[in-house]
């Protein structure tokens, strides 16, 4: 796509959809004069991905004439919008099939038929990103399904994708047949195995409430810790997440207190509150379990967040794999602005807040804080240097309070119920309950619920116990480290995991039978973090590509000495160097193998 002299046109189906999605960006200056884009669509710069992703799922792909009118309407240069186009792994700028079969490789998937699978696929539709009569398939890394492995993403022309978990291959024939249309299927209900048990927390109404109804959620106790919360007004609010010790959940455990003091603190007119729903960790999928079982609690906790921290605007950025998803909370936030719990006038309480979706488009990257925000504001998703925190400068300059699915829906318990209730239960660093995805050689996956404490012989033991023999388990996900069969006696909490060099990450626990060839899940990792990277750091950009060189040479090579030294000194620089903790933690998975000696 040469975009240097352009004056590409857009097809008139283009047209109408860039219209819709930006709909005020096209002004009249002067009498008889229609002049696209002006002032007001400077600020609407925000509306570019939303503008890119809706003509990728109307026509398949993004024309350089959908494009060039993109960026009149929105004054964006052609060069940067192109650059934010071909960022994101979901987004095409080259004509090529409107349906696509992404098929998970990764580690959560490759042990149980992922590569039969894509060999069956490609024995009917050919080579990966050929096209077949109109469909195509490509790998993918984790696809936050490793529950149902393995699985494939259908991404399909007309804003219609699904998911096909479980497809072993013999059901080719079914997965082709749906990536065609010529088959259809409904979502299957939300499910994981401590279902209907008492004493759950996070998990209490999935699997009981209706996701599509606000009826359901008040029914189910929905509405409680908001009316609690004007009751205690926002200091009070924020004096009970203190009183919690609510540290997050989406892998760094900061302390959510001194998120919300500080953007309550902050000067500014406008505050926001994002919750990161974009959890693309390798072997991590309780967001979406969540988010597709009960939809409307995230948006209660995102308006008492607001309501706490005097924020207006709210925006969830969901991952663009997460189709179901996506539709539910489009759905719950329409039904909560029907019925003024969003708006001008929360439920008559005198604040203004509403939510805005957001829909990733494929870039592990933009999990991190600032790379989201960036992705928010129409930009690639590249990380930010920090200072300025997102509490003084996040999103369009303005304080944010950012946190994950998880954290916001222990915020609701923790109001209605108070903070020393939530802290009674775990310790007195790590409280509360805890989600963890457990996949691998488990005799049954799924997201299960523990207070914190509970050590990880135990949750495997919840889990019904290791398929085979033990070799190793990793945690934390790919930017985690592999633990052994002598550390089951590690109590799951932020101090235990910290004392053992060791974190837990996004809660994700797999283990590997004793067969399992670690190198090769190693080389994976080693692979996904290669082309994750967003390339903006040299340390990064360069470190993760001359690591799965080093890595694959000393797997082959008798584990030569010189590889060794020579990924030693990639860790430590990508580790001390690295803007951000893709590159900083990038080498921590292949560190805890070659330390163990498991590869």
Known sequence: ???????????????????????????????????????????????????????????????????????????????????????????????????????????????????????????????????????????????????????????????????????????????????????????????????????????????SVDPSSLDSHREHGGGAAFERALELGPDGVRAEVAAANLRGRGGAAFPAAVKFNAVAAADGADKHVICNADESEPGTFKDRVLLEGDPFRLLEAMTIAGYATGAQHGWIYVRGEYPEATRRLERAIAACRDAGLLGADVAGAGFAFDVELRRGQGAYICGEETALMESIEGHRGEPRNKPPFPTDAGLFGQPTLINNVETLFDVTDIVRDGGSAFAATGTPDSTGHRLFCLSGAIATPGVYEVPFGITLGELLELGGGVDGELGAILLGGAAGSFVTADQLDLPLTFEATSQRGLALGSGVVMPFDAATDLGRVVRRIAAFFRDETCGQCVPCRVGVVRQEEALARYLSNGRDRVELDLLHDIDRAMTDASICGLGQTAASAVRSAIRQELV
């Open 1 to 207: 796509m040469d975009l240097r002299f352009s004056d590409a046109q857009p097809t008139d189906a283009e047209r109408a959809v860039v219209i819709a999605t930006v709909p005020q960006a096209e002004t009249v200056e002067q009498p008889g004069r229609v002049v696209r884009g002006g002032h007001e669509a400077r600020d609407q710069r925000h509306r570019l991905l939303p503008a890119l992703a809706a003509v990728q799922a109307e026509i398949g792909h993004v024309s350089e004439g959908a494009l060039m009118e993109i960026c009149r309407r929105l004054v964006v240069p052609p060069a940067e919008a192109y650059g934010v186009a071909s960022f994101y792994a979901l987004i095409h700028t080259d004509e090529r099939s409107p349906r696509v079969a992404h098929l998970c490789d990764d580690v959560g998937c490759a042990p149980f038929g992922a590569d039969e699978l894509i060999a069956q696929v490609e024995a009917r539709l050919g080579p990966a990103g050929s096209d077949a009569d109109g469909v195509a398939w490509e790998r993918s890394p984790c696809l936050g399904q490793c529950d149902r492995a393995p699985v494939a993403y259908l991404q399909l022309a007309g804003d219609h994708d699904q998911v096909v978990a479980g497809a072993q291959a013999r059901d080719v024939d079914h997965l082709v047949g749906r990536l065609r249309g010529e088959i259809t299927a409904q979502e299957p209900p939300v499910a994981f195995p401590q279902q209907g048990e008492s004493g759950l927390k996070l998990l209490a109404r999935v699997g």
